[in-house]
């Protein structure tokens, strides 16, 4: 069995896909993976390559997976769409990514520390209370339903200090001005 070189990750909300590449290109493995299972499969992977595309979420996988000693790179999506061989789902996605991340011509993004993401919150024009809490917190690996009340996410992050991180994305909507109105 050909022992894998290559990732190719397609991010989700639940259920992530990997593709697994030899050095040659052959399929070695093709996973459905759910957010918990994620970071315990890729610790029993050997140091290999991890590609993903570049997307609000990939940056907090990317620090997580980097963490466990695998070379990530973050591919912008208009890459990969010219490597999709059929319809677009999550595993053809995933081998997609995985194609683009082979090729030597491919430019990367450059992974953003948690600091660089909250600093890039405050440039972000700003909705809803509920909605800019969800949007703002997914680059940190928070997943909130897109039909849950905004009440309780507001209490979690107002009693949260300063230095956590819903403290100081409630620190960024109070500074964007999202939280007027709503109570």
Partial sequence: MNEVSIIGLDLAKNVFQAHGAGVDGTVVFRRKLSRAQLLKFMSEQPPCVVAMEACASAHYWGRAISDLGHDLRLIPPTYVKSFVKRQKNGMADAEAIAEAASRPAIRFVAVKSEEQ????MAYRP?????????????????????????????????AASPQSLAGRTALCLLQCGTWRDNF
């Fill in 126 to 158: 700003a909705i809803s209370l509920s909605a800019s809490a969800r949007r703002r917190s997914t680059p940190f690996g928070h997943i909130w339903p897109s039909k849950a009340s905004s009440r309780p996410l507001v209490l979690l992050m107002s």
């Fill in 117 to 120: 993401q909250a600093a890039a």
